[in-house]
């Protein structure tokens, strides 16, 4: 257990919807990152937050949206939700920009 | 853009074997290499990792290298046990400053035979 903690762990919903994935980081972690892994693909990096504000964006899609609340979760809403965005989603947390934890990730399937 | 590529993509080795996994990055200001291990179904996790004023570094098993001229980075896992195998990941990152982002690697897919 890594104690980076996601919700839901399963997500199934249809095209065209929006969805929130929660995050929450190890206790001091400060840095909140977001991936997406599809099938057997890579992690593709979407976004980093550091208490709070975001600090370095990768290739994250206009129809995706993150925020880091005072508490230091995370969310991550994806909208207008198409077949390709079926993937699985983590979350990792870093305290110093090096070692990073991963969370169980989140299933997201549209169908 | 900032990219690291990952060669090779898959890997069979006999139980007992060594195993190297090669990776190569673009930014010359990434400082910080680090290599995650996922097995199927599981969350990734650091197994070891580089800074870029070190050359090398060892813990037990595992090794990694860096060629900061070439900017070049290697994997090396020795005497190889079926529990090794799993998809490796390399990344490189400017650590340590307020401009964090991670680059992955594609991945190498390792089979150790038993």
């Known amino acids: 257990d890594s104690g980076v903690t996601q919700t839901p762990k399963h997500l199934i919903t249809a095209t065209g919807q929006r969805v929130t994935l929660r995050c929450s980081p190890r206790?001091?972690?400060?840095?909140v990152y977001w991936y997406q892994q599809s099938l057997d693909q890579g992690l593709q990096f979407l976004i980093q937050y550091y208490n709070g504000e975001e600090r370095a964006k990768g290739n994250i899609l206009e129809r995706f949206s993150a925020q880091q609340f005072p508490d230091l979760h995370s969310e991550l809403n994806l909208s207008s939700l198409e077949l390709g965005d079926s993937a699985l989603y983590f979350c990792?947390?870093?305290?110093?920009?090096?070692?990073?934890?991963f969370g169980p990730g989140t299933r997201l399937t549209v169908l | 853009g900032e990219n690291v590529e990952q060669h090779p993509s898959t890997l069979s080795v006999q139980e007992g074997d060594s195993a190297v996994i090669k990776c190569t990055y673009s930014d010359s200001a990434s400082n910080y290499f680090p290599w995650y291990k996922q097995e199927l179904g599981k969350r990734p996790q650091l197994i070891i990792d580089i800074r870029s004023n070190v050359g090398e570094k060892k813990d037990q098993r595992i090794a990694v290298t860096l060629n900061k001229t070439a900017k070049h980075f290697s994997l090396h896992i020795t005497e190889t046990q079926p529990e090794d195998s799993a998809v490796y990941f390399c990344?490189?990152?400017?650590?340590?400053?307020?401009?964090?982002?991670?680059?992955f690697g594609p991945g190498t897919s390792l089979s150790v035979i038993p």
């Open positions: 990344a490189a990152s400017r650590a340590e400053t307020s401009y964090d982002k991670v680059i």
């Open positions: 990792a947390s870093s305290i110093n920009h090096n070692e990073q934890f």
């Open positions: 206790s001091g972690d400060l840095s």
